[in-house]
């Protein structure tokens, strides 16, 4: 980023309006974790938004499902450099059966990706945004942290 930005600043009520524009409509993110000796990993997963959580399938013993499992902790991605949301999250684990099949069938839909047809076990990862933080550019660094403590600050 640079000092010399002339992107327009953005409030943090519009940020989180740009926030929750980009959970509707995005389909990918980056999921951050760590194993329990620290090892970090980061891939890109699809996920719903429900206005509420993201619904995330990965299989069950793949190294983020495993991460996931271990530590209920995760930090998501969204969006270019230029307009990155960061999220930092709880982490509810499902087995695959024990999603609702409505929600189950709208990540499907949303996805184009259903985990309950793979041939692996999978499980659901639910996440519940606890820390969420948004900016463009340098001059958008101050008042970043749109959410803390599960709580929205706009």
Same mark, same amino acid.
């Given at each position: 980023?640079? =000092? #010399?930005? #002339?992107?327009?600043?953005?409030?943090?009520?519009?940020?989180?309006?740009?926030?929750? +524009?980009?959970?509707?409509?995005?389909?990918?993110?980056?999921?951050?974790?760590?194993?329990?000796?620290?090892?970090? +990993?980061?891939? /890109?997963? =699809?996920?719903?938004? !429900?206005?509420?959580?993201?619904?995330?399938?990965? /299989?069950?013993?793949?190294?983020?499902?495993?991460?996931?499992?271990?530590?209920? #902790?995760?930090?998501? &991605?969204? &969006?270019? #450099?230029?307009?990155?949301?960061?999220?930092?999250?709880?982490?509810?684990?499902?087995?695959? !059966?024990?999603? /609702?099949?409505?929600?189950?069938?709208?990540?499907?839909?949303?996805?184009?990706?259903?985990?309950?047809?793979?041939?692996?076990?999978?499980?659901?990862?639910?996440?519940?945004?606890?820390?969420?933080?948004?900016?463009?550019?340098?001059?958008?660094?101050?008042?970043?942290?749109?959410?803390?403590?599960?709580?929205?600050?706009?």
């Amino acid at each position: 980023m640079t =000092s #010399t930005s #002339t992107a327009a600043f953005r409030s943090r009520a519009e940020r989180r309006r740009d926030t929750e +524009h980009r959970l509707a409509r995005d389909v990918d993110v980056w999921v951050a974790s760590a194993s329990p000796d620290g090892l970090p +990993h980061l891939v /890109p997963l =699809s996920f719903d938004w !429900d206005g509420e959580r993201l619904t995330l399938a990965t /299989p069950r013993d793949s190294r983020t499902g495993r991460n996931l499992a271990a530590s209920r #902790t995760v930090r998501l &991605g969204l &969006g270019p #450099t230029r307009d990155v949301t960061v999220i930092d999250g709880e982490v509810e684990v499902l087995e695959i !059966d024990a999603l /609702p099949r409505e929600r189950a069938d709208r990540f499907a839909a949303r996805t184009g990706f259903d985990p309950r047809a793979q041939s692996a076990p999978y499980r659901w990862f639910r996440v519940a945004p606890r820390r969420v933080l948004a900016w463009r550019e340098e001059n958008e660094l101050r008042g970043r942290e749109l959410m803390r403590d599960g709580r929205w600050l706009a």
